[in-house]
C-alpha cells in the first residue's frame, strides 16, 4: 500500500479501530467471512445446527476432505493438479487393510505400508509430470484409473474389515473431542509449517509464481515437484486411513470424487489454480465451508441433488474473485461484507424456499395419526428407479400416517451416508431408516444413533456389526437363486450365459451374484463364460454387453444383477434380446416390467420396492413410540414373466 493512499485514509475515533481492523482482516480473509455469514445463516435457519452435537459432526465431516485438501495445495501452489488423491486414499486404506488382517502384519508396519504406497503413488505422479513431461491433468487422471483398479484388484471388489487398533482414529476421546478432527489439525499445522518454514515451501511459491524465473534463480524445480507431488500423495494415505476408520473398513470405492471437492476446498480458500498462492488456514475454512453447507443443507431437508448445485455456485463464486484478484481488482471490506450475505442469504433462501414448497421431494408430513414423530431415511441412492420407487412408497406411507419424513440420498457414498445419519442423530430423529450402501460401513453411525437411544431399522439391506430394531428387506440370495433356476427354465438346462454384475464392493451385487451362483450349481449344462461390472447403470451395461458379445457371439442368456444394466443389454441385443438371448434380471422397476410385456426381458425378480419403503415407515414409527419389533419383516420376492407381469405394473 502506498504512502499516499494511507495519507488519504480518513482516521476515524480511536475506539472503532479494532472493529475496523477485524473489517479490514475479514475483508482480506474472504473465506473466513463467507464461513462466519454462513454459519449465521444456517443457524437462524435451522435450530439444529448450532448443537455441540452438531458443530462437532461438522468438524468430523470435513475432515477427511481438509487432510486431501492440505496436501492438494502443495500441488496448487506450484500450479498444478492432482485428479488422483481420492483414489490413492482408497488404495492406502485397502492395503492396509488387507496386509494387516488377511497378511497377518503388524499393524504399525501396517499403517507405515499405506503411507508409503500413497508416497509412491505421489512420486509416480512428480515422474510423469516432470521427466515425463505429461501435462499435471493427463499424469494424475492417468494415476486415478490405476489406484482405483489397483483398489478393485488388491480387495476383489469387496470391504475388507480394518484393524481395530486403527479404527480407534475415527472414535471420539471422551464425549467431544473427534480423533479425526485432532488428525486434521495436526495435517493443517504440518501444512502451515511446511509452506512457511522450509525450503520446500518457499520453492513452491517461487515455481508457482514464475516457473522459468525460479529455476534462473537456483531451485531444482523438477526435485520440487517430486516433493510436491510425494507430499500431495503422502497427505491423501493419511485422509484415507482416517476415513476407512471412520467407516471401520477399507473400501475399494471410498472417496470416490473427493479430488474436487479438495481442490474446491483449497480454491474457497483463496488459493490460486494459476499457482503462488494459497494457504492452510485458507484451505481449512475452504473445506469447513463445504462441510458446514453440505451439513446445513441437510438439515434443512434440502436434496442432495440441489445440494449440488448449491456447491457449483459456491465454487464459481470462489473462482470467479480468484479471477478478479488476479486481474488486479481490488474489493473493498465493506463490499465483500455486503455482496458476502447477499449472497449467503440468496443461497439459504432458496434452500428454504426447495425445503418448504417440496421441491426437493425429500420431505413428507401429514396430519394424522403420527403427529411430530420425526424420521430421517437415509436411501443409497436416487439414481437407480428401484430406490426411487422405494423412496416414494416410503413417502406416501409417511403423509398417510402423519409422519415427518426427511430423505437423504448417500449417492452410492458409504462416508456421505454416515455423515447422513449422524446429521440425523443431531437432529434427535425419533426413528431412523437406513438402506445401507455397505452393510460393514453402515454400521460406526448406527452405533452412534444406539448410544442416542434412536431406534434404526434396516430396509433392503442389514447392518453388520450394530443393533437395528428391525430388517425390512427381501433375500437377495434367494432372489438370485430363483433368478437361476428361471434362467435354467428358459434355456432347457444347457446354454452359455453371461452375468452382468452391479457396482463392485456393494452388497447388493455381492448378494445377488452368490445366490445366482448358488442356484446355478444345480444345472451343470449351463456355462458362465464372463461376469463384467456395470456399475448398476444403464448405458454402462450397453458397453459392457456390446463388448462381451464381441467375444462370446455365441451367448444365449444373460443375468443381469439389475433391471437397469439388463436394459442397457437389450439394447446391444438387439433383435436377439428375449428370443434367441434369454435376459433375467433383478429389481422389478417400471422400465423392468414393461420389458418383460414387451418380451425382450424374460424375467426379472420383482422386489415391490413401494412396498418395501412403506413396510420401513410403518416399522420406524413402531420403534419410534417404543412397539416391540420381530428381528426380520420380509418383502415378497416373485418371478414377473410375460404371464403374470400385468399383476406388478402398478407396484
Same mark, same amino acid.
Given at each position: 500500500?502506498?504512502?499516499?493512499?494511507?495519507?488519504?485514509?480518513?482516521?476515524?475515533?480511536?475506539?472503532?479501530?479494532?472493529?475496523?481492523?477485524?473489517?479490514?482482516?475479514?475483508?482480506?480473509?474472504?473465506?473466513?467471512?463467507?464461513?462466519? %455469514?454462513?454459519?449465521?445463516?444456517?443457524?437462524?435457519?435451522?435450530?439444529?445446527?448450532?448443537?455441540?452435537?452438531?458443530?462437532?459432526?461438522?468438524?468430523v465431516?470435513?475432515?477427511?476432505?481438509?487432510?486431501?485438501?492440505?496436501?492438494?495445495? /502443495?500441488?496448487?501452489?506450484?500450479?498444478?493438479?492432482?485428479?488422483s488423491?481420492? *483414489?490413492?486414499?482408497?488404495?492406502? !486404506?485397502?492395503?492396509?487393510?488387507?496386509?494387516?488382517?488377511?497378511?497377518?502384519?503388524?499393524?504399525?508396519?501396517?499403517?507405515?505400508?499405506?503411507?508409503?504406497?500413497?508416497?509412491?503413488?505421489?512420486?509416480?505422479?512428480?515422474?510423469?509430470?516432470?521427466?515425463?513431461?505429461l501435462?499435471?491433468?493427463?499424469?494424475?487422471?492417468?494415476?486415478?484409473?490405476?489406484?482405483?483398479?489397483?483398489?478393485?484388484?488388491?480387495?476383489?471388489?469387496?470391504?475388507?474389515?480394518?484393524?481395530?487398533?486403527?479404527?480407534?482414529?475415527?472414535?471420539?476421546?471422551?464425549?467431544?473431542?473427534?480423533v479425526?478432527?485432532?488428525?486434521? %489439525?495436526?495435517?493443517?499445522?504440518?501444512?502451515?509449517?511446511?509452506?512457511?518454514?522450509?525450503?520446500?515451501?518457499?520453492?513452491?511459491?517461487?515455481?508457482?509464481?514464475?516457473?522459468?524465473?525460479?529455476?534462473?534463480?537456483?531451485?531444482?524445480?523438477?526435485?520440487?515437484?517430486?516433493?510436491?507431488?510425494?507430499? !500431495?500423495?503422502?497427505?491423501?494415505?493419511?485422509?484415507?486411513?482416517?476415513?476407512?476408520?471412520?467407516?471401520a473398513?477399507?473400501? $475399494?470405492?471410498?472417496?470416490?470424487?473427493?479430488?474436487?471437492?479438495?481442490?474446491?476446498?483449497v480454491?474457497?480458500?483463496?488459493?490460486?489454480?494459476?499457482?503462488? =498462492?494459497?494457504?492452510?488456514?485458507?484451505?481449512?475454512?475452504?473445506?469447513?465451508?463445504?462441510?458446514?453447507?453440505?451439513?446445513?443443507?441437510n438439515?434443512?431437508?434440502?436434496?442432495?441433488f440441489?445440494?449440488?448445485?448449491?456447491?457449483?455456485?459456491? %465454487?464459481a463464486?470462489?473462482?470467479l474473485?480468484?479471477?478478479?484478484?488476479?486481474?488486479? &481488482?481490488?474489493?473493498?471490506?465493506?463490499?465483500?461484507?455486503?455482496?458476502g450475505?447477499?449472497?449467503?442469504?440468496?443461497?439459504?433462501?432458496?434452500?428454504?424456499?426447495?425445503?418448504?414448497?417440496?421441491?426437493?421431494? @425429500?420431505?413428507?408430513?401429514?396430519? !394424522?395419526?403420527?403427529?411430530?414423530?420425526?424420521?430421517?431415511?437415509?436411501?443409497?441412492?436416487?439414481?437407480?428407479?428401484? /430406490?426411487?420407487?422405494?423412496?416414494?412408497?416410503?413417502?406416501?406411507e *409417511?403423509? #398417510?400416517?402423519?409422519? =415427518?419424513?426427511?430423505?437423504?440420498?448417500?449417492?452410492?457414498?458409504?462416508?456421505?451416508?454416515?455423515?447422513?445419519v449422524?446429521?440425523?442423530?443431531?437432529?434427535?430423529?425419533?426413528?431412523?431408516?437406513?438402506?445401507?450402501?455397505?452393510?460393514?460401513?453402515?454400521?460406526? *453411525?448406527?452405533?452412534?444413533?444406539?448410544?442416542?437411544?434412536?431406534?434404526?431399522?434396516?430396509?433392503?439391506?442389514?447392518?453388520?456389526?450394530?443393533?437395528?430394531?428391525?430388517?425390512?428387506?427381501?433375500?437377495?440370495?434367494?432372489?438370485? #437363486?430363483?433368478?437361476?433356476?428361471?434362467?435354467?427354465?428358459?434355456?432347457?438346462? =444347457?446354454?452359455?450365459?453371461?452375468?452382468?454384475?452391479?457396482?463392485?464392493?456393494?452388497?447388493?451385487?455381492?448378494?445377488?451374484?452368490?445366490?445366482? @451362483?448358488?442356484?446355478?450349481?444345480?444345472?451343470?449344462?449351463?456355462?458362465?463364460?464372463? =461376469?463384467?461390472?456395470?456399475?448398476?447403470?444403464?448405458?454402462?451395461?450397453?458397453?459392457?454387453?456390446?463388448?462381451?458379445?464381441?467375444?462370446?457371439?455365441?451367448?444365449?442368456?444373460?443375468?443381469?444383477?439389475?433391471?437397469?444394466? !439388463?436394459?442397457?443389454?437389450?439394447?446391444?441385443?438387439?433383435?436377439?434380446?428375449? #428370443?434367441?438371448?434369454?435376459?433375467?434380471?433383478?429389481?422389478?422397476?417400471?422400465?423392468?416390467? #414393461?420389458?418383460?410385456?414387451?418380451?425382450?426381458?424374460?424375467?426379472?425378480?420383482?422386489?415391490? $420396492?413401494?412396498?418395501?419403503?412403506?413396510?420401513?415407515?410403518?416399522?420406524? &414409527?413402531?420403534?419410534?413410540?417404543?412397539?416391540?419389533?420381530?428381528?426380520?419383516?420380509?418383502?415378497?420376492?416373485?418371478?414377473?414373466?410375460?404371464?403374470?407381469?400385468?399383476?406388478?405394473?402398478?407396484q
Amino acid at each position: 500500500m502506498s504512502t499516499e493512499t494511507l495519507r488519504k485514509r480518513p482516521q476515524g475515533p480511536r475506539s472503532g479501530g479494532a472493529a475496523l481492523a477485524a473489517g479490514r482482516l475479514l475483508g482480506e480473509n474472504g473465506a473466513l467471512a463467507g464461513l462466519i %455469514i454462513l454459519v449465521v445463516a444456517l443457524a437462524i435457519a435451522s435450530g439444529d445446527f448450532l448443537t455441540v452435537t452438531n458443530l462437532l459432526n461438522v468438524g468430523v465431516q470435513a475432515a477427511v476432505v481438509a487432510i486431501l485438501a492440505f496436501g492438494s495445495t /502443495f500441488v496448487i501452489v506450484t500450479a498444478g493438479i492432482d485428479l488422483s488423491v481420492g *483414489a490413492v486414499a482408497a488404495l492406502s !486404506a485397502v492395503v492396509l487393510a488387507w496386509t494387516a488382517t488377511q497378511h497377518g502384519l503388524a499393524w504399525p508396519l501396517a499403517l507405515v505400508a499405506a503411507v508409503l504406497v500413497g508416497l509412491v503413488a505421489g512420486l509416480v505422479n512428480g515422474a510423469l509430470i516432470t521427466y515425463g513431461k505429461l501435462p499435471p491433468f493427463i499424469a494424475t487422471l492417468a494415476m486415478l484409473g490405476v489406484a482405483r483398479g489397483l483398489a478393485l484388484v488388491i480387495s476383489g471388489g469387496s470391504p475388507i474389515a480394518f484393524p481395530g487398533a486403527v479404527t480407534h482414529l475415527g472414535d471420539t476421546i471422551g464425549s467431544y473431542l473427534p480423533v479425526p478432527v485432532i488428525v486434521m %489439525i495436526v495435517m493443517g499445522l504440518l501444512t502451515a509449517l511446511i509452506l512457511a518454514r522450509t525450503y520446500s515451501g518457499r520453492a513452491m511459491y517461487a515455481i508457482g509464481g514464475n516457473e522459468e524465473a525460479a529455476r534462473l534463480s537456483g531451485i531444482r524445480v523438477d526435485r520440487q515437484k517430486l516433493v510436491t507431488y510425494a507430499l !500431495a500423495g503422502a497427505f491423501a494415505a493419511v485422509a484415507g486411513i482416517v476415513l476407512a476408520s471412520r467407516l471401520a473398513s477399507a473400501q $475399494p470405492q471410498a472417496a470416490n470424487g473427493y479430488e474436487l471437492d479438495a481442490i474446491a476446498a483449497v480454491v474457497i480458500g483463496g488459493a490460486s489454480l494459476s499457482g503462488g =498462492k494459497g494457504r492452510a488456514f485458507g484451505t481449512l475454512v475452504g473445506a469447513l465451508i463445504l462441510a458446514v453447507l453440505r451439513n446445513g443443507l441437510n438439515l434443512l431437508s434440502v436434496s442432495a441433488f440441489w445440494q449440488q448445485v448449491v456447491i457449483g455456485v459456491v %465454487i464459481a463464486a470462489a473462482v470467479l474473485l480468484d479471477t478478479v484478484r488476479r486481474r488486479g &481488482l481490488r474489493v473493498r471490506p465493506a463490499t465483500f461484507w455486503a455482496g458476502g450475505a447477499a449472497v449467503v442469504a440468496v443461497i439459504v433462501a432458496l434452500a428454504a424456499v426447495v425445503a418448504t414448497t417440496g421441491g426437493n421431494d @425429500s420431505k413428507s408430513g401429514g396430519a !394424522a395419526g403420527g403427529g411430530s414423530v420425526r424420521i430421517g431415511l437415509s436411501v443409497s441412492t436416487l439414481n437407480n428407479p428401484f /430406490f426411487v420407487q422405494f423412496r416414494q412408497g416410503a413417502q406416501d406411507e *409417511a403423509r #398417510k400416517v402423519g409422519v =415427518k419424513l426427511t430423505v437423504g440420498d448417500a449417492q452410492n457414498d458409504a462416508s456421505q451416508q454416515v455423515n447422513q445419519v449422524q446429521n440425523y442423530t443431531s437432529q434427535g430423529m425419533k426413528a431412523i431408516i437406513v438402506n445401507p450402501v455397505d452393510s460393514d460401513a453402515a454400521a460406526p *453411525a448406527v452405533k452412534a444413533a444406539n448410544r442416542a437411544g434412536i431406534p434404526v431399522v434396516a430396509a433392503d439391506r442389514t447392518v453388520n456389526g450394530a443393533k437395528v430394531e428391525q430388517l425390512v428387506a427381501s433375500d437377495n440370495v434367494a432372489g438370485g #437363486k430363483d433368478a437361476a433356476a428361471e434362467m435354467a427354465r428358459l434355456l432347457g438346462g =444347457k446354454g452359455k450365459i453371461v452375468v452382468i454384475q452391479g457396482q463392485p464392493g456393494t452388497s447388493a451385487s455381492r448378494e445377488r451374484g452368490q445366490g445366482f @451362483s448358488e442356484g446355478l450349481k444345480q444345472y451343470p449344462g449351463i456355462q458362465v463364460v464372463a =461376469k463384467q461390472p456395470a456399475d448398476f447403470d444403464r448405458t454402462k451395461g450397453l458397453d459392457v454387453m456390446t463388448n462381451l458379445l464381441q467375444s462370446h457371439p455365441d451367448v444365449n442368456g444373460v443375468f443381469a444383477e439389475n433391471d437397469e444394466m !439388463a436394459l442397457g443389454a437389450i439394447k446391444a441385443l438387439g433383435g436377439k434380446a428375449g #428370443k434367441q438371448v434369454k435376459v433375467v434380471a433383478f429389481d422389478g422397476t417400471p422400465d423392468g416390467i #414393461k420389458a418383460v410385456q414387451a418380451g425382450t426381458l424374460n424375467a426379472t425378480v420383482a422386489q415391490q $420396492p413401494r412396498l418395501l419403503g412403506k413396510m420401513a415407515v410403518d416399522s420406524a &414409527l413402531k420403534a419410534a413410540r417404543g412397539g416391540e419389533l420381530v428381528a426380520n419383516a420380509p418383502v415378497p420376492v416373485k418371478i414377473a414373466t410375460p404371464e403374470n407381469a400385468a399383476q406388478f405394473a402398478t407396484q
